[in-house]
């Protein structure tokens, strides 16, 4: 089994010997200084994420003076804290609850994860329901599970590797059920057997969403290398030895391409290709199926349908909402870009368990031609001392009167959040308060969250009638360059 510790600022490689969680001795070696030592391994639980400097001061304390460790299973990606109480023992920290990594490799493990559960159903019709999923990972060790995947290792291609994804989802048991709740809906749509193939990040799955991105961009879509902007499935179904796949990668043309996989899907059928975006899902019951870009789809919305009258919701501590109530569809704008000041704000389709797809604010400038608004991007624009200032004080009132005007003009009548009752700069402070209370003090956090604000309420300002349909379809690939495909989760 290998690690990966973290050691104040150093990140290393090293590796455990004798690997027993529970009252076990081990040792540990850091390559950055070539030095072994042995702990006692006393108790364990998983704490989350890589930490950052400022974490180990509020997760580790001083801990008595001693030096501590964070490890990184690579074989399952997660991560664990180590903390010295002696001079030779080491006990795994305790921490409410049990975190995931996240980001983009947590993303593709558990993409890689479905694919992989999806070859054992495809194999084994026992493990085809969220029951028979659970009851595998609950009476079998790890080893086992693996094992058993691995004989399906024909009927799926991953970027990720089985000790890896299952590993992970044998720990983390919120993404199990999900697997678990994703394969009986997918399974009990479709009739797929063992002569198709279940590809995720794959040479093949990754070879046809670059020619699509091409043809996309030869086509004038401008998307760049961007393929949700083309289609947002996560992993694909391919029947071995396609000739269809042939085909589509084959195409000179976006419109020849998507023609391929649109004939070769249908309602409870795929002929030789088909594209799956995956949602989170619960694993109370099987995953939620939607079909999009097809005639024969009911679960589509269309444009007409999307109101002009919708809802906007804002708060100072969270990013700037548009929300139509008719059709439960809100999407966020946000600065993702963690404690820097950014232009670059993201919009995303939220949803009760997972997030949708997302769009560029600066995409969405350019189709209201309007120039990306510059705001100070200093620390004392915002704040003057603890204090907020008079002048992001005044750029918040104006942006927020021409925000309710133009929702008047729009129609839309319910404004929701505390920042719209600022009145007054004594208000205005009282909401700054807030703000820096929720980021702990962190004033360059608080002045970040405010910069966005102040984007997403020149966005608010500006937005037009058709503006929030036209965010949702591209956000969604619900477009003229996108292709038949289905949507697995709530």
Same mark, same amino acid.
């Given at each position: 089994m290998r690690?990966?510790?973290f050691y104040k600022e150093?990140?290393?490689e090293a590796?455990?010997?004798?690997?027993?969680?529970?009252?076990?001795?081990f040792l540990v070696t850091d390559r950055a200084t070539g030095e072994w030592k042995k702990f006692l391994g006393q108790s364990f639980n998983i704490i989350?994420?890589?930490?950052?400097?400022?974490?180990?001061?509020?997760?580790?304390?001083?801990s008595s003076g001693k030096p501590n460790l964070f490890v990184q299973n690579l074989e399952t990606g997660l991560y664990y804290l180590l903390v010295r109480m002696g001079d030779s023992n080491l006990v795994w920290a305790r921490k409410d609850g049990t975190q995931?990594?996240?980001?983009?490799?947590?993303t593709r493990i558990q993409e890689a994860a479905v694919a992989q559960v999806l070859a054992l159903a495809i194999n084994n019709k026992k493990y085809s329901t969220i029951k028979g999923i659970l009851e595998l990972f609950e009476s079998e060790t790890l080893e086992n599970v693996v094992d058993l995947v691995n004989k399906s290792a024909g009927n799926f291609d991953t970027d990720a590797g089985v000790q890896e994804t299952i590993g992970y989802i044998y720990e983390a048991k919120t993404w199990l059920g999900s697997t678990a709740s994703s394969v009986e809906a997918i #399974?009990?749509? +479709?009739?797929?057997? !063992?002569?198709?193939?279940?590809h995720r990040g794959s040479t093949m799955s990754n070879a046809l969403d670059s020619k699509a991105v091409e043809l996309a961009n030869k086509a004038g879509a401008k998307i760049g290398k961007q393929k949700d902007k083309w289609n947002p499935s996560d992993i694909w179904v391919f029947k071995k030895n396609s000739k269809q796949y042939n085909k589509a990668m084959n195409s000179s043309t976006l419109d020849e391409l998507n023609g391929v996989i649109d004939a070769n899907l249908e309602v409870k059928k795929i002929k030789e290709i088909a594209g799956l975006s995956l949602k989170k899902a619960s694993a109370k019951s099987p995953a939620k199926i939607k079909y999009f870009n097809m005639d024969a789809s009911d679960d589509e919305i269309e444009p007409d349908e999307?109101?002009?009258?919708?809802?906007?919701?804002?708060?100072?501590?969270?990013?700037?909402?548009?929300?139509?109530?008719?059709?439960?569809? #809100?999407?966020? +704008?946000?600065?993702? !870009?963690?404690g820097k000041f950014t232009t670059a704000l993201t919009g995303t389709i939220r949803g009760k368990l997972a997030q949708g797809g997302s769009v560029s604010i600066n995409s969405v400038w350019n189709r209201l031609k309007e120039s990306t608004p510059k705001y100070p991007t200093k620390i004392d624009y915002y704040f003057d001392g603890d204090a907020p200032t008079k002048e992001s004080y005044k750029a918040m009132q104006r942006l927020i009167k021409d925000a309710k005007a133009n929702a008047k003009r729009l129609g839309i009548n319910s404004l929701k959040g505390f920042l719209w009752d600022v009145k007054s700069f004594k208000d205005y402070e009282k909401a700054i308060e807030a703000t820096l209370a929720s980021k702990k003090g962190d004033k360059n956090l608080a002045a970040v969250n405010l910069h966005s604000k102040l984007q997403g309420l020149h966005l608010l300002s500006t937005i037009k009638d058709d503006t929030f349909a036209w965010i949702y379809f591209q956000a969604s690939a619900q477009t003229d360059i996108s292709p038949a495909f289905v949507k697995v989760g709530e």
């Open positions: 690690f990966n510790v150093v990140i290393s590796t455990i010997h004798r690997p027993k969680y529970i009252g076990d001795t989350g994420n890589e930490p950052t400097t400022k974490s180990y001061e509020t997760l580790l304390g001083k995931e990594i996240t980001g983009a490799n947590a #399974m009990k749509e +479709f009739k797929i057997g !063992k002569t198709f193939v279940v999307v109101k002009t009258a919708i809802k906007i919701k804002d708060g100072i501590s969270t990013g700037t909402e548009l929300i139509d109530g008719d059709n439960n569809i #809100m999407i966020q +704008f946000r600065n993702t !870009k963690g």
